[in-house]
């Protein structure tokens, strides 16, 4: 299956998450909507992500993957495609 990379923000109740997420290139589960509605997944792994904290504490943590449970995720929008990661896993 050929794959795709999307940069994706997700809001929960207390932080927002920007990272990487793998899609399929086309048809089924090429969409942010596919990724979140999927119910055989309960967590949406994401590569290359910060952290910042909603509550105005402006520390960002950074992590080479993220998972997030689906249940948590208040909004979620597509911030763009990205370059095919490179072999340690680093996003262009």
């Known amino acids: 299956m050929q794959h795709r990379y999307e ?3 997700i ?3 207390r932080h ?3 990272g990487v997420a793998t899609l399929a290139s086309d048809g089924y589960r090429s969409r942010l909507s596919d990724l979140l509605n999927a119910p ?3 967590f949406i792994a994401l590569t290359d992500a910060t952290v910042t904290a909603l509550d105005g504490d402006h520390e960002v ?3 080479d993957f993220i998972a997030v449970h689906r ?3 208040v909004f ?3 911030v763009g495609e990205v370059a ?3 072999a340690d896993g680093v996003v262009a």
């Open 7 to 9: 940069r994706i923000s």
């Open 40 to 42: 055989e997944r309960d």
């Open 16 to 18: 927002r998450i920007v």
């Open 11 to 13: 809001d929960t109740p």
């Open 76 to 78: 979620a929008v597509s």
């Open 61 to 63: 943590a950074r992590h």
């Open 71 to 73: 249940q948590h995720v």
């Open 84 to 86: 095919e990661p490179r």
